[in-house]
């Protein structure tokens, strides 16, 4: 971006500014130099004598003159030791006249006790005045006309002060030198005010009067004061000044240049350019303001080699049409994103290092970040929202808290050669438009790139790796193309794409991810010349009502089908290979229709399921096995994807004898739990009954195998759980019956979208058998923070449940009171819980039981008088309402046979018999 300066407003500037050399050690450090004041200037600038050659600018004339005169100014170490000294008061030949000024209380002689007496005096003798001043303090206000220089004498501090309103009033062409200069908060008045013509501040301290410090700068009604404000059509430089308690401003097509300079803790900005003001900054540091480090309004600013630390609002704003260029600079800390741009500005952003959020655009703002860093965004690298443009060239963002680059509505991202290192999302797009080119993106923790709410994204090139997901896209009207792109090591799928979203990949390459491509729910997913090769599981995924539309896809050497496709998926692939995989290279549902034209499907472990005759193979390359076709209902073959170690056979022969069913006979030896097991037994019925309808084609009634169990702990609901998966298993209904238990912990994440994620993965290890979750009720409850990510894990369930109601069954536990307002969080959840179980608490002879089937099933034995203590124990606590469950009884237990082995520790050779029996001795104490 090129900063349209008019030359001959800062022609002045420039020049009175490269008048005043700076040293090695300046130029080294690029920062002030003996704050406050100056202290030996022959020391500083031993390079000229101290010579002022005027440079002076008024409208379009520049007036040359020089400030010296023989007499006046001695460098020398001699009788004035280096001060700067004024001579008789007289008109030098160039027309310009030295005077001095010694503080009243100083105890010098000096011509002046003022220095407004004598600036007066000096300009009524010649055209221009050069004011010399003593040390100390010199409360006036001072109005300087014409052409004026105040320069510090160099021996000791000077100061400015005036309480009551402007210290320093300029019209015309003034260069003030080693002063400190400072007044009080103000409202509507300026400490130094530039009225008309030019001034340079030149190793000038500006700061609040000390005992206005603690009541800020911001009136009761909100108006702002300024330490120096350049007015109207004037030019104002400062170089190697601090700034201290409040702003400076440039107004109404003013003009100036901030160097070396360091401004700190404002109320307000520190650095104010409005109104058509133009502005440079370089070298100069800004620390801790209240609001922004450098507002930019309707204005023009160039920012270069500048440190901004700790801002309470953006480092650097851009507003109402601004331009403004940043470069080379360093942000750290604050608590927004450094750099704003809004209301159609054009921000560029270029070599810069941030330290925290970056960037924002909005309200039609522009900016373009290029060749930057950014490091630890608490939120996002780059957030664009409402209109705004974000351009990202040549960037790295790395260790982001929430996303590398956020999209919102409206907003539009082009970014290229970029990588994104670290994040919860490395790109998310939220109904904005993005493209992006040539992107790394890395160890992200769910999608690299992800598109929601109607998003438009086109990614071209590039690399995804150790993301949950590669590119995640969902929601009605959401559209992607992924061309050129290289995905690797997903760990849960490459691409996925559902709920009526479209994605197209073209040209990609998948490979070491869990799932290669996946499509669920109605998205739709097309695939153009892609190979996708070694994934854990299928290599292309297809459920619900997705689509997939595939030309010159290869899948090679898949953990899991090549294509597997459920539900009522529809499939039209064409001139594809499915090769060299683990299980089938094609397996698909009764319910699915479509083609697989000119496919070669060789190499795999197993041969092709096609269910039903829906699917059509058409001209198979050579090489594809002769497809088996299976009828529906055919049980073992239907094996649910995600599950590692699936389990394949013959299909399932029913016994005819349900007694014969593996797990009956288990369940009807529970000890109690009657009608438990009537009620398993009931759910088993209309399984075995739903599966022989299927069998022989008749239509199969709608049942839910999910299942809630209530009541009290310790009654045997997770024994029930493991025989229930086992009988589905024996009929057919589930793959593997195998049980996974869970609980909140280990569903809920640590932040939304995290828990969704982690919902999933656990339910993807749960399919094709059982997922218990023990105390259920404690997703729903709201306590302590994030106490909505229950809340989140119940609904992602609820959907998973609903996509995958062939390959799984759902028991959810708890107690009967906290289970029945567990079931009403959810709208969905009653619906799928039909049944629910109640398990009651077991009685005293029933506890005496399971005590003694325990002692069976690990080889001991009660005595008869131990049982008898035993079973009296137990009855007293029921009368008393105070009996336990099976787990005190195997407290019990475990308690006895410890004191067993202390007993038989010191004994020589123990029999079997003494090693299996367990006396009334044994007993804790007291029993």
């Not at 690797?488 to 491509?517: F, H, I, N």
């Not at 013959?650 to 529970?670: S, Y």
């Not at 199969?700 to 025989?723: E, Y």
Request: glycine residues 10%; contains cysteine.
């Amino acid at each position: 971006m090129l900063l349209r300066l008019p030359y001959l407003a800062l022609s002045s500037v420039f020049t009175l500014m490269r008048l005043l050399p700076m040293s090695d050690t300046d130029k080294d450090t690029g920062g002030p130099k003996d704050l406050p004041t100056i202290r030996n200037l022959r020391e500083t600038y031993p390079d000229r004598p101290y010579s002022w050659s005027a440079c002076l600018h008024s409208g379009a004339e520049t007036v040359l003159g020089g400030f010296v005169h023989d007499g006046c100014v001695d460098m020398s170490s001699g009788e004035q030791g280096g001060r700067i000294v004024g001579g008789a008061a007289e008109q030098a030949s160039d027309g310009v006249c030295t005077l001095s000024v010694e503080a009243p209380d100083s105890g010098r002689p000096g011509e002046f006790a003022s220095i407004g007496e004598a600036v007066t005096a000096g300009l009524a003798r010649a055209r221009a005045v050069r004011v010399v001043i003593g040390p100390g303090t010199y409360r006036e206000a001072v109005t300087l006309r014409g052409q004026v220089e105040l320069v510090s004498a160099g021996d000791g501090p000077v100061e400015l002060v005036w309480t009551s309103g402007t210290a320093l009033q300029v019209f015309g062409s003034v260069r003030v030198t080693g002063i400190t200069i400072a007044g009080p908060a103000i409202k509507n008045m300026s400490t130094v005010e530039l009225s008309e013509g030019t001034l340079v501040l030149d190793h000038v301290e500006l700061r609040r009067e000390a005992d206005q410090a603690s009541g800020g700068l911001e009136s009761d009604d909100g108006e702002i004061l300024n330490l120096a404000w350049a007015k109207s059509r004037t030019s104002m430089a400062l170089q190697f000044c601090r700034v201290d308690g409040a702003r400076v401003a440039y107004s109404a097509g003013a003009t100036g240049v901030i160097e070396r300079c360091v401004f700190t803790r404002a109320t307000d900005a520190q650095i104010f350019v409005v109104d058509g003001a133009n502005v440079q900054v370089r070298d100069t540091t800004v620390t801790a303001p209240s609001k922004n480090g450098v507002w930019i309004s309707n204005a023009t600013a160039i920012l270069e080699r500048c440190t901004f630390e700790d801002c309470g609002w953006n480092a650097v704003r851009g507003a109402l049409q601004s331009e403004v260029t940043v470069s080379d600079s360093t942000f750290r800390g604050g608590r927004y994103p450094a750099v704003a741009s809004t209301d159609r500005s054009n921000v560029t952003v270029v070599g810069c290092t941030i330290t925290g959020d970056a960037v924002v655009t909005k309200q039609g703002g522009q900016l373009t970040l290029r060749r930057s860093t950014v490091n630890r965004p608490a939120m996002s690298g780059a957030y664009v929202t409402t209109m705004g443009m974000v351009t990202i060239e040549d960037c790295s963002i790395s260790q982001a808290g929430s996303t590398g680059i956020t999209i919102e509505p409206t907003g539009t991202v082009v970014a290229t050669n970029t990588r994104v290192e670290g994040a919860k999302t490395g790109v998310e797009v939220n109904g904005g438009r993005g493209t992006l080119t040539g992107l790394t993106i890395t160890d992200v923790v769910e999608a690299g790139v992800n598109i929601a709410q109607g998003g438009q994204v086109e990614v071209v090139g590039g690399t995804v790796q150790r993301c949950a997901t590669g590119i995640n896209a969902e929601n009605d009207d959401s559209h992607v193309l992924v061309r050129g792109m290289t995905i690797l090591d997903a760990q849960v799928a490459a691409v996925a794409v559902d709920s009526g979203a479209r994605l197209t990949v073209e040209e990609s390459t998948v490979e070491r991810s869990v799932v290669g491509l996946a499509a669920s729910g109605s998205g739709k997913l097309t695939v153009r010349g892609c190979t996708v090769t070694e994934t854990a599981r299928s290599g292309v995924l297809m459920s619900g009502e997705a689509r997939l539309d595939a030309r010159r896809l290869a899948v090679r050497s898949s953990g899991g089908a090549g294509l597997q496709a459920k539900d009522t998926v529809r499939v039209e692939v064409l001139d594809s290979e499915f090769v060299d995989g683990t299980a089938e290279g094609v397996r698909i549902d009764a319910g699915c229709t479509g083609r697989l034209v000119r496919c070669r499907i060789a190499g795999n472990a197993d041969e092709p399921v096609l269910r039903g005759r829906q699917v059509r193979i058409e001209d198979p390359v050579e090489g594809t096995p002769e497809q088996r076709r299976l009828p529906a209902g055919a049980g073992a073959e239907d094996v649910p994807p995600f599950v590692a170690d699936r389990v394949r056979s013959a299909p399932v022969t029913m016994p005819d004898n349900m007694e014969e069913l593996d797990g009956l006979a288990e369940l009807n030896q529970l000890i109690g739990l009657e009608p438990v097991k009537e009620q398993v037994r009931t759910q088993i019925n209309l399984v075995r009954n739903a599966k022989q309808r299927e069998a022989v084609g008749l239509p199969v009634p709608p049942i839910s195998r999910h299942l809630v169990f209530s009541g009290p702990v310790g009654t045997g609901k997770t024994t029930v759980a493991r025989l229930y998966g086992r009988l589905l298993a024996a009929l057919g209904a589930l793959a593997t019956g195998e049980v996974i238990e869970v609980g909140r912990s280990d569903l809920v994440g640590q932040y939304l979208g995290a828990t969704a994620l982690k919902t999933r993965a656990v339910v993807e290890s749960a399919l094709g058998g059982v997922l218990f979750i023990d105390e259920a009720y404690t997703l729903s409850r709201t306590f302590g923070t994030n106490s909505d990510l229950g809340l989140e894990a119940i609904d992602e369930l609820v959907r998973l449940m609903e996509n995958h109601r062939d390959d799984l069954v759902v028991i959810v536990t708890g107690y009967t009171r906290e289970m029945t307002e567990f079931l009403d969080i959810n709208p969905g959840l009653r619906s799928r819980f039909s049944r629910t179980i109640e398990f009651p608490a077991y009685d005293a002879d029933e506890l005496a039981q399971i005590i003694q089937l325990q002692a069976k099933n690990h080889h001991y034995r009660w005595s008869d008088d131990a049982l008898a203590k035993i079973t009296q124990r137990f009855h007293r606590a029921q009368d008393a309402d105070t009996l336990g469950n099976a787990r005190d009884a195997r407290t019990l237990f475990e308690q006895t046979i410890e004191r067993q082995a202390a007993r038989l520790a010191n004994h020589p050779g123990p029999t079997p018999d003494q090693l299996t029996e367990l006396t009334v001795t044994d007993l804790p104490e007291p029993f």
